[in-house]
Nanobody, 114 residues
Framework: QVQFVESGGGLVQSGGSLRLSCVVS????????MGWYRQASGKQRELVAS???????EYTDSVKGRFTVSRDNAKNTAYLQMNNLKPEDTAVYYC????????WGQGTLVTVSS
């Protein structure tokens, strides 16, 4: 079974930075695009950033210029560098494979205080 293990969340002040990590089962990491999602309290889960196996990236408008997604195939790990964080970025962040959603991991909580 594929597993996603997210980490790196925490409490940060507005304008601060965090780097999230997602370790993925080796069996799929090198053959699937990866996506970072977030779910704020009372809202639907949304895709905020994605990276293909050839390192092409896409971002939702609200995070463009602030978030950077990357991947390290040798470590089966995807990253989300988040800069200039805003209170509206507060959410639980998850990773998954956008082209074929799998069982979600536990996620990592990001809280941005104003």
């Amino acid at each position: 079974q594929v597993q996603f293990v997210e980490s790196g969340g925490g409490l940060v002040q507005s304008g601060g930075s965090l780097r999230l990590s997602c370790v993925v089962s080796r069996s799929i990491f090198t053959i699937y695009n990866m996506g970072w999602y977030r779910q704020a309290s009372g809202k639907q889960r949304e895709l905020v950033a994605s990276i293909t196996i050839t390192d092409n990236t896409e971002y939702t408008d609200s995070v463009k210029g602030r978030f950077t997604v990357s991947r390290d195939n040798a470590k089966n790990t995807a990253y989300l560098q988040m800069n200039n964080l805003k209170p509206e970025d507060t959410a639980v962040y998850y990773c998954n494979t956008p082209t074929y959603l799998r069982v979600w991991g536990q996620g990592t909580l990001v809280t941005v205080s104003s």
